[in-house]
């Protein structure tokens, strides 16, 4: 069964320092790979996501992520942090192929300190 | 476009009690979900809708019934609600199920039972 693990429940991070956000994925083949945000109080939207190509996808707001498929990995990563970037967000995984259900991860909150 | 609209944003009811949650999607979307959301556990898929006409369970439907009234609407059914099932609600829509498309959510529906 395909699963999604962020490690990071909590993470804080000054105004304008990089950040990166970790995602771990189990699943047998390359699957769909999704970052979404909620901001406080919202439904999800999404960041970017992944399928094949080009390893390091960009997406709104500034932010990117990389696969590393020899990881199992797909960590989401933006230069410099902005105070309205505090959010939770939550990688996602989903199969390539037929109908199967998308599983989320337990997501991240993010704190940005001034 | 409104993309999803829930009804109602906030609940409380008391043990026992009745509800249906409403939502609705304007994007002719075939494939509908309703999710919780509570806190460390992520987003956890109650049911789906790969079609207009079908509904299946996901990972946690007991306590809960759904019914696809047209291709727009999908609602939520708690029969006899329980304190456990106080969460945030959230639906969501794809183009097509599966891993590949994705997912618009709804503004939530925060429900207390006590």
């Known amino acids: 069964a395909q699963s999604v693990t962020q490690p990071d429940i909590h993470i804080t991070v000054s105004e304008g320092a990089s950040l990166e956000l970790r995602c771990n994925y189990s699943y047998g083949a390359t699957p769909y790979l999704f970052w979404y945000v909620q901001s406080p109080g919202q439904g999800l939207q999404l960041l970017l996501k992944y399928f094949s190509g080009d390893t390091l996808v960009q997406g709104i707001k500034g932010f990117e992520a990389e696969f590393k498929r020899s990881q199992s990995s797909f960590n989401l990563r933006k230069p410099s942090v902005h105070w309205s970037d505090a959010a939770e967000y939550f990688c996602?995984?989903?199969?390539?192929?037929?109908?199967?259900?998308?599983?989320f991860g337990t997501g991240t909150k993010l704190q940005v300190i001034p | 476009n409104a993309g999803v609209t829930q009804t109602p944003k906030f609940q409380v009811l008391k043990t026992g009690q009745s509800m249906t949650l409403q939502c609705a999607q304007d994007m002719n979307h075939n494939s509908m979900y309703w999710y919780r959301q509570d806190p460390g556990m992520g987003l956890r898929l109650i049911y789906y809708s790969a079609s207009e006409g079908t509904t299946d369970k996901g990972e946690v439907p007991n306590g809960y019934n759904v019914s696809r009234l047209n291709k727009r609407e999908f609602s939520l059914r708690l029969e006899s609600a329980a304190p456990s099932q106080t969460s945030v609600y959230f639906c969501?829509?794809?183009?097509?199920?599966?891993?590949?498309?994705?997912?618009?959510f709804g503004p939530g529906t925060r429900l207390t039972v006590t």
């Open positions: 969501a829509s794809s183009e097509e199920g599966g891993g590949r498309y994705e997912q618009y």
């Open positions: 996602a995984v989903g199969p390539a192929g037929g109908y199967q259900k998308v599983t």
